[in-house]
């Protein structure tokens, strides 16, 4: 059998697509411009690396077809050993590993942030605002956003009389 010899953006596309579990082609995380996209696809499915299937996400769809309607694409058995795939490595149960810890930079607004709602006694946003320079709804984007859904930390807030809403973190 020959190697199929393929360009960077095919592999990066293919080696993404093959990480994923349903091995599909789209979202494309490569950073490729214009219509390369479409060319990288089109030399894969000439090559038998990705086919057409049905779109059941209207975000990945690749064509409109007049019959099948919405397609996009996914990898073939080829794709997978073209790159060195097996289905041995599926076999095996990978091993537990616990997450990395998130690294923080130091001196930036978002720690300012947590300092004070770490503090004793919480912060109000207009306390936050005057401290990091951002508007108020920034800051409760970064609260609920940064804080909330990315490092996961409960923020939690309450009415003070004579203060107004306070927010405050756990100290830890």
Known sequence: MTQIQLSDAQAVILSTACAREDGAIFPVTASLKGGAVGN?????????????????DLNTVWRHDEERGPITLRATPLAYSTLGITDEQDETPPAETPPAPVQRRKGTKQETLIEMLRAEGGATIDEIVEA???????????MSGALKKKLGLEVTSEKVEGRGRVYSLPRG
């Open 40 to 56: 990288v696809c089109k030399s894969l499915l000439k090559q038998g690396l990705i086919e057409e299937i049905a779109a059941t």
């Open 132 to 142: 990091t320079g951002w508007q108020a709804h920034t800051v409760r984007g970064a």
